[in-house]
């Protein structure tokens, strides 16, 4: 069948990918770019759920990826490591590989509690009122974080590579790229399924029209609140990610900025487009790599031929003027992103025969 050839397809890629890692065919920016564009993917497609698919207008997404990225340090470190603030690991090392989903689910679970008390208020306004209360929620969980100092308050949180040596001592492969993989699978899944069901539909209509949603038997309230939480439970697996990648956590990696990579992605590839949100979330963490690499070769190019001074350079702050200048070209000239709310196999109609079962399009044409 066409549909196990894709998905054999894609474990074989996955594997390579795994491989080309664990011998070091694959050095460890590169690495590292690949990771954060998994992260990336889950992050914005969390936000497509709220922002795309259910036409809502939430601007502090950063907040929840900040809640899941502490949560799941905190329990990473306490459990397996830990270090100066936390006291000694709790259980052994060698446990983390296979309890590290526990953390995710912890991190998942408090960030979409976080979601649900903010979406509870939230949710009886409308438009800019969203995204002033949804901006506030990330400004708050950020104060709230810097004022703890149990757990680094503005020094921020770290101990989570001994974690991850740790699932390398237990099996030496790269556990941080096999969990990115794994985790960018089950949400891109968990939302495709999601989109397909009842639910979902109910998200769309929500979208189109809430009160003619109502009328058709939609509890409109109900839906919300489970993608909201869903959106923001994703976005904490998200943080989870970060934080163990960069072995490091700062609240402030997590304020208006990263929300604004978060629409940035969304809007690009275009609301309510699964495929679309992903290709936006590669590109957009390819773009931010080559501005990492095009700001000094301006600097050079423009020393070279005299056009600004030697004691001048550009600064790598332009980035975070130029991506969120990004984000108001695009609302002025393609609103509608790459994909507007179509999928791949809607641009590509070919590309359906791969999404689904031979069987299953030839029972289709026996049926009608």
């Given at each position: ?34 990771m ?9 497609t969390?936000?497509?759920l ?12 950063g907040?929840?990826?900040?809640v ?12 397996f ?25 912890a991190a ?35 104060s ?26 237990v099996v ?5 790229l096999v969990?990115?993989?794994?985790v ?8 495709r399924?999601?989109m ?11 979208c189109?029209?809430?009160v ?31 934080a163990h ?11 208006i ?9 969304v ?30 070769a301006l ?15 550009i ?14 070209l ?18 590509f109609?070919r ?18």
């Open positions: 069948m066409q549909r196990n050839a894709l998905t054999v397809l894609l474990a074989l890629v996955c594997i390579a990918l795994v491989a080309a890692a664990q011998y070091r065919l694959l050095d460890s920016y590169l690495l590292t770019v690949l954060f564009m998994g992260i990336n993917i889950v992050f914005a969390s936000l497509n709220v922002n795309g698919y259910m036409g809502e207008f939430s601007c502090g997404h907040g929840f990826m900040c899941g990225a502490y949560v799941g340090s905190i329990l990473s470190v306490a459990l490591s830990g270090n100066k603030l936390m006291g000694p690991a709790l259980l052994s090392p060698a446990l983390a590989p296979l309890l590290f989903p526990l953390v995710l689910l998942f679970a408090v960030s979409a509690l976080c979601g649900l008390l903010v979406a509870l208020p939230s949710f009886r306004t409308r438009d800019d009122y969203l995204a002033i209360i949804t901006i506030a929620a990330n400004y708050i969980i950020i709230v974080v810097e004022n703890i100092d149990a757990i680094g308050g503005p020094r921020g949180f770290s101990g989570m590579k001994r974690t991850v040596l740790a699932m390398e001592d030496d492969i790269p556990w941080m969990w990115v993989i794994v960018t699978i089950v949400c891109v899944i968990i939302q399924r999601l397909s069901s009842t639910y979902g539909r109910g998200i769309c209509a929500v189109q029209n809430e003619a949603a109502e009328i058709m038997g939609v509890d409109t309230n109900r839906v919300k609140l489970m993608a909201f939480m869903l959106s923001s439970g994703l976005a904490g697996v998200a943080g989870v990610l970060y990648v960069y072995g490091y956590v700062n609240a402030q990696a997590f304020n900025l990263k929300s604004t990579e978060g629409l940035v992605m809007y690009l590839g275009g609301m309510g487009s699964l495929s679309g949100v992903i290709l936006a979330a590669i590109a957009f963490t390819l773009l931010v790599e080559g501005l990492r690499f095009a700001i000094p600097n050079d190019l423009l020393h070279a031929v005299q056009l600004m001074p030697a004691s001048y350079e600064s790598q702050v332009w980035k975070w003027v130029l991506l969120p200048l990004l984000l108001v695009l609302m002025q000239f393609r609103p509608e992103g790459f994909l507007g709310n179509k999928e791949l196999t809607d641009v109609p590309l359906k025969r791969w999404m689904r079962s031979g069987s299953g399009e030839a029972d289709g044409r026996g049926a009608s």
